[in-house]
Structure formats: C-alpha cells, structure tokens
C-alpha cells in the first residue's frame, strides 16, 4: 500500500520539525507543555479520525462497502 517514499517529509518540513523541537527543547514552562501536548493530542487524535472517514468513503466510493466492518454511516455521495 505505501512505499519507501511515502514515508519521507519535504526539507521544508524537516526544518519545520527542527524548529518545533528547538522551540520545545528549550521550553521551561511544564505548565504550557503540559497544554501543548494535550493540544497536540487531540488534533492527532481528530486527524486520524478524519483520515479513517476518508479511507471509509473512498473504500465505498470504489464499490467495496463489505470491506468496512463497523457500522460508521458512509454517504455514498
């Protein structure tokens, strides 16, 4: 399903990454990590739950419904 290549970002995105790591790094505040993370964990949390609908939709999309195996309602749009 994926290949080598999907699993490496863009320089710009590592860059990005270095800069997010620096910026904690050098974080004092337990308090607004603490914040950040739980932040963090729910956006991961919601991108993951959008990224599941989106594999749902496009598996019905493809004509491959009895695939899914929860009971999520999937508009066959």
Do not use: W
Request: net charge negative.
């Amino acid at each position: 399903m994926f290949n080598e290549e999907d699993f490496k970002i863009s320089m710009e995105k590592e860059l990005r990454l270095r800069m997010v790591n620096d910026e904690i790094n050098q974080c004092d505040n337990i308090d607004e990590l603490r914040k950040q993370l739980i932040n963090v964990t729910r956006l991961f949390t919601q991108y993951q739950h959008l990224l599941e609908i989106a594999v749902k939709q496009l598996i019905v999309q493809e004509g491959y419904p009895n695939l899914i195996s929860d009971k999520i309602e999937i508009s066959r749009e």
